[in-house]
């Protein structure tokens, strides 16, 4: 295969799982989103009390967390899978028979390297799951303590 090609198609194919890792956290979030505005109707419009609403909210709460961790679980599959592929185009790129700009190489250098200080999006995207559980965990405490 001409190595233009082979730098080309590991090109697209490296955005097409940049694009389904965004595509997989906006899943994730719309089902917490859903998630907390199911238990904001609960605490707020709902009879239920006490009991049913710790066993309602924990039900609720233990899902949440459940896609949570399975959402940090996917992230973290990306990033492998990503950074294996960035790996793969930057040695592409130091091949002295391969003449290209060094896209990649530059990219990572500059932004993520040792002078670029910047971190890979998919580690500060790993907070907002995290974030997710910490408020659910919040939340049920809350249920527990003052509504149990």
Excluded: H
Aim: proline fraction near 3%; charged fraction near 20%.
């Amino acid at each position: 295969m001409n190595k233009f090609l082979e730098y080309r198609l590991f090109v697209e194919s490296t955005q097409f799982l940049t694009e389904r890792r965004q595509s997989a956290t906006q899943v994730y979030v719309t089902v917490n989103t859903l998630i907390f505005a199911v238990l904001g109707f609960l605490l707020t419009d709902t009879p239920t009390e006490g009991a049913i609403l710790a066993v309602v909210s924990g039900a609720l709460v233990a899902s949440g967390i459940g896609a949570s961790i399975v959402w940090l679980r996917t992230i973290d599959g990306y990033r492998k899978l990503i950074g294996w592929r960035y790996d793969q185009l930057m040695d592409m790129e130091r091949d002295p028979d391969f003449d290209c700009c060094g896209m990649f190489t530059r990219e990572y250098e500059d932004f993520f390297g040792p002078e670029g200080g910047g971190k890979p999006f998919s580690s500060m995207e790993a907070w907002l799951p995290k974030l997710f559980i910490v408020v659910y965990i919040a939340y049920f405490s809350f249920i527990l303590l003052m509504r149990g």
